[in-house]
């Protein structure tokens, strides 16, 4: 049965908890007094349908709808998860919760994406507090995969584990956050940088622009693959952390930081950092900034998973759980996927290279579906590419759902031909063709030889099928 997910407030962070939801296949129901939630929720759900089906390989989960409601209780009635996003302030959240709990299912996990608050804070005066956990995202919350959740020792153990599980089904890795502390761990990261860079701004040391290029043509980069401790160990050299220890502790001492020192926030600073950012990014309006940063993101993360690394092993973990076996139409539909902004080269099209990638995708499927899979190429046979044909017939651009067919022409003894067909899902417009033909191989000798029994006939029994259905 579809889940639902009841988002509570549906501003920048609970639009993002929404779109992730929905792409995921679940339904989700949004209730935000603001006469705007609609347009502004239709925007981010936008901007995450494009970007978001980008990271996998496997075909998508069926979109659950979005619907906005009337009130909390229409939301929450029946819901799997409640997800409260509404303004910073205690009061409200206890109002909220107050309501949502007077309506929601006993056994569903309500989260809370605060930034700054501890469970124990939202769960008082709360009629069930066992049922309340902090899911603190970050934003983009539909690219970014972590969530810090926080219980507080209020907190049934079953919502932890149901929370845990529900995130990871969603794509989303969830921090466990053990003790509950002001701000969780990130934002405590985050605050720290902020007050150095606010520091070094106000006493003209560097500009926004500079502080900015200091983070992401240097140790921005290392941070996203290897985080921080990883990351020393390597600057240790062989001697590792120790070494670093030894070599860097001594710093800890010198006046280097002014960490404890918060700068006054006064109108002259403010105008300070907004006139510099102004000076920086002002020639770009929000939404062209957002569209950059998720395609930024997503080549970013494609890279890390391509390596199986950081947040990119998370992506590919979550890809190969999404990715099902084939079925049994014919011809076998063996790919479905959106292009990644990736693929494309300078005009927006699909790149000629990606289009022979693709039909090897599908030809893989195909080996996995007749049983040439992995297990056999590690026992020593596996099928090679002889010859391909490609014909471009129409452009595509990055963002499309693109489906490829293929159909088994010839299956016999060593030899097997395939015939691929590249679709565009939304009117099946055929996008390309591709002719291969493939020829069984054993590892050993680097030769030519029949496939073992089960996948010949298996290869044979397609051959059969896809020619009577062909005929
Ligand atoms: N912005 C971030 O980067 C970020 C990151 C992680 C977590 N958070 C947390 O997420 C929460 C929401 O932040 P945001 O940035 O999305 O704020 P936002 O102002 O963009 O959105 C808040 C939304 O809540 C709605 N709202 C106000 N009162 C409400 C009510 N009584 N019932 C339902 N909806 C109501 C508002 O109309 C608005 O659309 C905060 O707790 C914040 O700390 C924010």
Redesign the pocket.
């Known amino acids: 049965m579809t889940k639902v997910a009841a988002i ?9 908890w929404a779109a992730r939801f929905a792409l995921m296949g679940w339904e989700v129901r949004v ?4 006469p ?2 609609e347009r ?1 929720i239709g925007e981010v759900m936008g901007n995450a349908a494009r970007v978001l089906p980008m990271l996998y390989e496997a075909p998508m989960p069926k979109r659950g709808q979005i619907r906005l409601v009337e009130t ?1 209780a229409e939301a929450v009635t029946g819901a799997d998860w409640i997800q ?5 302030r205690l009061d ?2 206890h ?2 919760i107050a ?1 949502i709990q007077g309506a929601c299912p006993e056994g569903a996990v309500l989260a ?6 501890k469970p124990s804070e939202l769960q008082q005066g709360a009629a069930r507090p066992g049922q309340i956990v902090v899911a ?4 983009p ?1 539909y690219l970014l995969p972590l969530a810090e959740l926080v219980p507080s020792a209020a907190t049934d153990e079953a919502i932890v584990a149901r929370a845990k599980e529900i995130l990871t089904a969603i794509g989303m890795y969830p921090l466990h956050v053990r003790a509950e502390i002001d701000a969780h761990i990130a ?1 405590r990261f985050l605050e720290a940088v902020w007050r150095e860079a606010l520091w070094l701004v106000k006493d003209g040391i560097a500009t926004t622009e500079e502080i900015d290029n200091a983070i992401r043509y240097g140790f921005g980069l290392r941070w996203a693959q290897m985080g921080l401790f990883e990351t020393y160990r390597v600057a240790g050299g062989e001697a590792g952390m120790r070494h670093f220890m030894a070599q860097f502790g001594p710093c800890l001492q010198w006046p280097w930081t002014k960490l404890t020192d918060v700068p006054e926030f006064t109108d002259e600073l403010v105008d300070l950092i907004a006139g510099q950012s102004d000076a920086q990014s002002g020639h770009m309006v929000i939404r062209d900034l957002e569209r950059l940063r998720d395609n930024n993101l997503v080549a970013i993360l494609r890279g890390l998973k391509q390596q199986g690394a950081g947040a990119g092993k998370l992506i590919l973990e979550h890809d190969t759980a999404l990715r099902g076996p084939l079925g049994e139409e014919v011809p076998l539909v063996t790919v479905r996927r959106v292009v990644p902004v990736d693929w494309t080269d300078i005009n927006g099209h699909m790149n000629e290279g990606r289009y022979g990638q693709l039909f090897s995708d599908a030809s893989e499927e195909l080996m996995t579906h007749i049983g040439a899979d992995r297990d056999y190429i590690a026992a020593g046979n596996s099928y090679f590419t002889a010859e391909t044909t490609i014909k471009y017939l129409n452009e595509t651009h990055a963002g499309e759902d693109i489906y490829v067919t293929t159909r088994v022409m010839i299956g016999q003894g060593k030899k097997l031909k395939l015939w691929h067909q590249m679709h565009r899902a939304s009117d099946h417009e055929l996008l390309a063709t591709c002719d291969q033909f493939l020829l069984h191989v054993s590892l050993e000798t680097r030769r030519s030889c029949p496939p073992l029994p089960d996948v010949l006939e298996a290869v044979e029994a397609l051959a059969a099928k896809h020619a009577e259905a062909g005929a």
């Open positions: 509570i407030g549906g501003g920048v962070i609970g639009g993002g209730f935000d007094p603001d705007e939630a502004k909390v409260e996003s509404v303004p910073e409200i959240k109002r909220v309501e809370s994406s605060t930034s700054g608050f603190h995202p970050f934003n919350v934002d």
